[in-house]
């Protein structure tokens, strides 16, 4: 997986959107025809696929225009389809309609007495992604930074006072109507979100028609010393608040809270419960953990590369069943920086892995 670093100096959403479309055009339309080929592969036909493309893009022009303004910029400096560029923001709520669901994504969170830092692994596809992007941007006089899809305006990421982690979840209400893509709500956070309060004010804001979790770390402020964390899952059927425990949140593919864990439909292939309790048991060592590459081995634990967050893909001609970790991102809030190495937590040093801003 090849990842580029795009630093964006148009501030209009429009322009903004034409400046990155321009800058990868390529690649985008690579990524979107590659995303139309998996919907097909996992299940989902090409009526659904655009169905939900149009009523998701229609749904983020009302709830959040700038970045609807920002999508039409960068179908025209791609040349890519403004309805595929829909797709792919919409993928999580097109996946939705996949009679197999997404599997894995592990996050796990330090809560300490001086704030909390966080790292999580993104699991995934290999062959949907060879190209992906570290993309940042000035949005509303802040400076916004986020990995994600190339030809998508968000996923993981840090701006202002805050950083953000992204899990898929699945929930029986899904795909029951129409919704804001959920990327789209963790772009709107880091646009415009200091604090988790105000974060889960904006996801309570968004209708949905997919499920998938946030995890939210704020930096240490006058109000707040010790700062603040939570994981804000995401439903159709509504949003709820998850607080960590023991110096240590952690989140998979499963929900936790209790209103929203009796509609869980995480698929039965998963390994989400195995992984949480995983990540639940390495609580010492990542209370002992001083920097990001620490945390990001700690995630593993004495199991090393053995450790279930530790994914590899199938050896199976079914696209469904090959899943990896593709790369590993570690954060602390407030500093506005993307820790990152491609592949496995367990091989992270201090020399191996890259920063993204500062």
Not at 201 to 219: F, H, M, N, Q, R
Request: hydrophobic share 45%.
């Amino acid at each position: 997986m090849h990842i580029h670093e795009l630093r964006l100096l148009a501030t209009e959403p429009f322009a903004r959107g034409e400046e990155y479309g321009r800058a990868l055009a390529e690649q985008i339309r690579a990524n979107t025809a590659r995303y139309l080929w998996a919907f097909g592969e996992l299940g989902v036909d090409a009526e659904t696929v655009t169905r939900v493309a149009q009523e998701s893009f229609e749904a983020l022009d009302a709830w959040a225009p700038t970045q609807a303004d920002e999508l039409r910029g960068l179908a025209a400096g791609s040349g890519a389809s403004l309805t595929d560029l829909a797709a792919l923001t919409a993928r999580t709520e097109v996946l939705a309609y996949a009679p197999n669901d997404a599997l894995e994504c592990s996050t796990l969170v330090r809560l300490a007495a001086t704030g909390p830092s966080g790292v999580q692994t993104w699991d995934w596809h290999a062959e949907l992604v060879p190209d992906t992007v570290l993309l940042s941007a000035t949005v509303n006089d802040r400076q916004v930074r986020t990995f994600t899809e190339t030809g998508m305006l968000g996923k993981i990421g840090a701006a202002g006072n805050l950083a953000l982690f992204f899990n898929i979840l699945s929930h029986e209400s899904d795909a029951r109507g129409r919704g804001v893509p959920v990327h789209a709500v963790a772009r709107r956070i880091l646009e415009e979100a200091d604090t988790v309060e105000q974060a889960l004010a904006i996801a309570e804001s968004a209708p949905l028609s997919a499920s998938t979790v946030l995890t939210v770390l704020e930096a240490p402020s006058a109000a707040k010393a010790e700062g603040d964390a939570a994981s804000i899952e995401l439903s159709p059927a509504g949003v709820a608040l998850v607080r960590g425990e023991g110096g240590l949140l952690a989140h998979t593919n499963h929900f936790l809270h209790p209103a929203l864990a009796a509609g869980d439909a995480a698929s039965t292939q998963s390994t989400t419960d195995v992984r949480l309790a995983h990540l639940r048991s390495v609580a010492p060592g990542v209370a002992a953990a001083r920097d990001a590459a620490e945390l990001a081995r700690a995630m593993c634990g004495d199991a090393g590369a053995a450790a279930p967050v530790c994914m590899r893909p199938a050896d199976s001609p079914h696209l469904a069943d090959r899943w990896e970790t593709l790369i590993t991102i570690a954060m602390v809030p407030g500093t506005g920086e993307l820790h990152w190495q491609t592949g496995l937590p367990a091989g992270v040093t201090e020399g191996t892995l890259r920063v993204f801003g500062g």
